[in-house]
């Protein structure tokens, strides 16, 4: 998808289709839609629409128009956006997706949208309609063979005449940097476990870093088990399939010495719970099972491309996690690369097992603050559903730098708790941990095994289980990888710029 910028007011637009955003300053009784500019035209060709009721600015509503009276383009699409007072680039995102979702469908190959009045700032609103777009291009629907081309092919952004180009020209860039970053882990995501093995994971990891200069090294069996990754490794052990350690890093000119930052993901490319198999109904799911993996190759992919002047290593530990005869069974003690041992009471708490070792190397990497993404437990879904991804956070001043980047990114996280009485859940007789803590607080006694490896290095733990894939469509993205986590991990890599 091409993307353009130009500075013209609506009516002299010549687009296919010209997309402008409404909103609601009415009551709950009464709505009041309005236009998220002011713009003589475009109120003029929108009157009749809002007169007829047709019109409410009700959130993602879409209303096309053919022949628009006054403007030069063919047609007018009109986008809710919702209550006035909500507008925020959040909303942004998912009016510039819903329009693009409205017209793919429609063979509509172009389109400009309108660039909204925001209280953020113009640049702010380029940026989130460019990530918007981006995100509803993608479909997943990859291997069927009777796969239309929806995809559109140029967006334009019109800001009024007379804007400054060149600040809107450079966020217009970011915009795109990171979505298609975005989409660049939802590929992966949505890949199945036969089309991307741990070694096609790490290979598709090393691809990307060769084509934006990042350096990247992958290990493999022998070095995992060399290194004493014994927590990694006994996931892995149970597997035809070799493990590979991801290790990409972005260590531009000119960045102090510190902070390091140290993002670890979770590549399970497969997660069948090993000898404690899951059920069948639903395990295909379990394919999405690296999405925290695949939101730090998203992410460094953006940064290395967005040049931030901080360090930066990026860490996935890939692996499947079988059932065979040489998996490890529960009751099995295994040495982390920390040395902390650890009882195995349920093979299917393997996440928190690979994480234990990549956060603890990251740590002798050099890494000043770590971040990990996982889909880590069942329990966090239960909690938060499908609306919000979980956040641990073991640093307050860490929690700050990842709420800005909240701030900016768009996406929901909430912070769930850390104390000391989950850690007594998962104290062993025989060890110095279990990987399980009993029923109750699943997503908390996960987090603070991890925080037993990163010790009082400033931490963050995002839980994406929930989030990482999404079961139904939604007015402005489809079904499937959602690419949760990249943005957020960009935005918390450039606040410590
Ligand atoms: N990958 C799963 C967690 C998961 C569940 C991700 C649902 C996405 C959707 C993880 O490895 C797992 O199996 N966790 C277990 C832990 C339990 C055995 C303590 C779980 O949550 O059931
Ligand atoms: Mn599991
Ligand atoms: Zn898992």
Redesign the pocket.
């Known amino acids: 998808m091409d993307t353009r910028l130009i500075a013209q007011n609506p009516a002299e637009v010549e687009t296919d289709c010209l997309v402008a955003f409404a909103l609601d300053h009415g009551t709950k009784e009464k709505s009041e839609p309005r236009l998220t500019v002011k713009d003589a035209a475009l109120e003029k060709a929108v009157a009749d629409l809002v007169a007829s009721g047709e019109v409410t600015g009700k959130a993602y509503e879409t209303v096309l128009l053919h022949r628009p009276q006054g403007l030069k383009a063919k047609r007018l699409l009109v986008v809710g956006a919702g209550k006035g007072k909500t507008f925020s680039h959040a909303e942004v995102r998912r009016a510039a997706g819903s329009a693009l979702r409205c017209l793919k469908p429609k063979m509509i190959k172009s389109c400009a949208i309108v660039l909204p009045e925001l209280a953020t700032g113009a640049e702010d609103a380029v940026r989130s309609i460019i990530e918007g777009a981006l995100v509803a291009d993608f479909d997943p629907d990859t291997y069927r063979s009777d796969r239309k081309d929806y995809s559109m092919k140029e967006i334009t952004v019109a800001a009024p005449a007379g804007s400054d180009q060149g600040k809107l020209q450079q966020a217009l860039t970011q915009g795109r940097i990171i979505g298609e970053s975005q989409n660049f882990t939802r590929e992966l995501v949505n890949e199945p476990s036969n089309k991307l093995t741990p070694t096609m994971l790490a290979d598709r990891a090393k691809k990307m870093c060769d084509s934006v200069g990042l350096k990247c090294e992958l290990m493999g069996p022998a070095k995992i088990r060399e290194m004493k990754m014994g927590a990694f490794w006994s996931v892995a052990q149970g597997s035809e399939e070799e493990p590979r350690l991801i290790v990409m890093r972005y260590e531009p000119e000119g960045a102090p010495e510190k902070p390091v930052l140290g993002l670890v993901g979770?590549g399970?490319t497969f997660?069948t719970?090993g000898i404690?198999i899951?059920p069948a109904d639903g395990m295909e799911?379990?394919k999405?099972?690296m999405a925290g993996g695949a939101a730090m190759i998203g992410a460094m992919r953006a940064i290395a491309m967005l040049k931030p002047k901080v360090k930066v290593i990026g860490i996935v530990c890939a692996t499947e996690?079988m059932p065979s005869g040489t998996a490890q069974k529960p009751g099995d003690v295994q040495i982390a690369m920390s040395g902390k041992s650890i009882e195995i009471?349920?093979t299917?708490?393997?996440?928190?097992l690979v994480l234990a070792d990549g956060l603890f190397y990251a740590r002798t990497l050099g890494c000043t603050h770590l971040i990990d993404a996982?889909?880590?437990?069942?329990?966090?879904?239960v909690a938060l559903g499908h609306a919000n991804a979980g956040v641990f956070a073991n640093d307050e001043d860490a929690y700050q730098h990842f709420t800005r980047a909240l701030q900016r990114s768009g996406e929901k996280f909430w912070r769930l708790p850390l104390d000391q009485e989950y850690l007594d859940q998962i104290r062993s007789n025989i060890a110095d941990l279990m990987?399980?803590?009993g029923r109750y607080g699943?997503a908390s006694?996960?987090a603070v095994f991890l925080k037993e490896f990163v010790e009082d290095t400033p931490w963050l733990h995002l839980d994406i289980?929930?989030t990482?894939?999404m079961d139904e469509n939604k007015s402005w993205i489809a079904k499937g990888p959602s690419g949760i986590a990249v943005r957020s991990l960009v935005e918390f890599v450039r606040s410590f710029e």
């Not at 299917?348 to 928190?352: K, M, S």
């Not at 996982?374 to 879904?381: D, E, F, K, Q």
């Open positions: 979770k399970v997660d719970g404690s899951k799911k379990m999405y099972d996690n009471i349920n299917d708490a393997e996440g928190r996982a889909t880590l437990t069942g329990a966090c879904v990987n399980t803590g699943g006694t996960a289980a929930g990482a894939w």
